[in-house]
């Protein structure tokens, strides 16, 4: 398993070493020890999966404290554009996004710490999705920015995706006022 920093810090993109033959193939999908060498200790506490069609949107999604999350995510099925957006307002990459493509055969994880939004874009039918959380959902704590704000300026490569009626209600990132 490799781990690889990305330009904004706390951002991770875990590659796991693959081995297959003719069975099919096998990997290490986590390994606290390689977070920790990475300056990242995590406990997770609950799982997450979802299945969408192509060209759905979810996101950018985000947890207050106290329910704030770290995620852990990963294509089981499918394809997705993976985007987290910095909302740490004291960082010095603010409102900067870093965006990656997880697909099945790639078998790349992202890991997004807290005071982040998080968003995805399934580019295959019945793509399955999912992430590893280290704090419990929390309905009052959810925050949210829409994924179109110009002051992000996304390149998603969809005009119009389909959305969630919250996700279609957020509010611009302009608006945001960051809890973090």
């Given at each position: 398993m490799?781990?690889?920093?990305?330009?904004?810090?706390?951002?991770?993109?875990?590659?796991p070493?693959?081995?297959?033959?003719?069975?099919?193939y096998?990997?290490?999908?986590?390994?606290?020890?390689?977070f920790?060498?990475?300056?990242?200790?995590?406990?997770f506490?609950?799982?997450?999966?979802s299945?969408?069609?192509?060209?759905?949107?979810?996101?950018?999604?985000?947890?207050?404290?106290?329910?704030?999350q770290?995620?852990l995510?990963q294509?089981?099925?499918?394809?997705v554009?993976?985007?987290a957006?910095?909302?740490?307002?004291?960082?010095k990459?603010?409102?900067?996004?870093?965006k990656?493509?997880?697909t099945?055969?790639?078998?790349?994880m992202?890991w997004i710490?807290?005071?982040?939004?998080?968003?995805?874009l399934t580019?295959?039918?019945?793509?399955?999705?999912?992430?590893k959380?280290?704090?419990y959902?929390?309905?009052?704590?959810?925050?949210?920015?829409?994924?179109?704000?110009?002051?992000?300026?996304?390149?998603?490569?969809?005009?119009?995706?389909?959305?969630?009626?919250?996700?279609?209600?957020?509010?611009l990132?302009?608006?945001?006022?960051?809890?973090?």
């Amino acid at each position: 398993m490799e781990i690889l920093r990305t330009e904004i810090e706390g951002l991770l993109v875990i590659k796991p070493q693959i081995f297959g033959d003719h069975r099919g193939y096998f990997f290490e999908s986590f390994r606290q020890d390689k977070f920790v060498e990475n300056g990242v200790d995590l406990d997770f506490v609950q799982d997450n999966q979802s299945k969408s069609k192509k060209d759905i949107l979810r996101g950018l999604h985000f947890q207050r404290s106290p329910h704030a999350q770290g995620k852990l995510v990963q294509v089981i099925k499918g394809a997705v554009l993976d985007v987290a957006v910095d909302i740490r307002k004291n960082s010095k990459t603010y409102g900067k996004h870093f965006k990656l493509e997880m697909t099945e055969e790639n078998k790349l994880m992202f890991w997004i710490p807290p005071g982040f939004a998080h968003g995805f874009l399934t580019l295959h039918d019945d793509t399955i999705f999912a992430y590893k959380c280290t704090n419990y959902y929390n309905v009052e704590s959810e925050g949210c920015v829409r994924w179109d704000s110009p002051d992000l300026n996304i390149d998603w490569g969809i005009t119009n995706p389909v959305l969630s009626e919250k996700d279609l209600n957020a509010p611009l990132f302009k608006d945001l006022k960051s809890p973090f």
